[in-house]
């Protein structure tokens, strides 16, 4: 599976970004797919995660902020985020698990493929 993900940029406190993440070389339908973020200087964090059923998990700190969502159709996972703060500037990163649901969605290791990331810049 090859991921690109997309859709960074700089925007405002308060601001919306949504960001997709484009899968290639499988179906994304029976993966599950997350969100990770990393920003200068500091260690990989989990975002979110959307399993292969639907059901969605979201790190406290983007709980009620970001949204993440699947079209299996366009082999596309995406992420919706609001109320943008200046402690979301990272780049971000998509993942997936093809491979049965087990271990920790939250860990980085869960997910067997990567995408590059996207930097999102919030100005205060």
């Known amino acids: 599976v090859q991921l690109q993900a997309s859709g960074g940029g700089v925007v405002q406190a308060g601001g919306s970004l949504r960001l997709p993440c484009v899968a290639s070389g499988r179906s994304i339908s029976s993966s599950a797919l997350g969100w990770f973020r990393q920003a200068p200087g500091k260690d990989l964090e989990f975002v979110a995660t959307n399993s292969r059923s639907g059901s969605t998990y979201y790190a406290n700190s983007v709980k009620g902020r970001f949204t993440i969502s699947r079209d299996n159709g366009k082999n596309t996972v995406y992420l919706r985020m609001n109320s943008l703060k200046p402690e979301d500037t990272a780049a971000y990163y998509c993942?997936?698990?093809?491979?049965?649901?087990?271990?920790?969605?939250?860990?980085?290791?869960?997910?067997?493929?990567w995408g590059q990331g996207t930097q999102v810049t919030v100005s205060s």
């Open positions: 993942a997936a698990r093809p491979r049965a649901w087990s271990g920790d969605y939250f860990e980085s290791n869960f997910y067997d493929y």
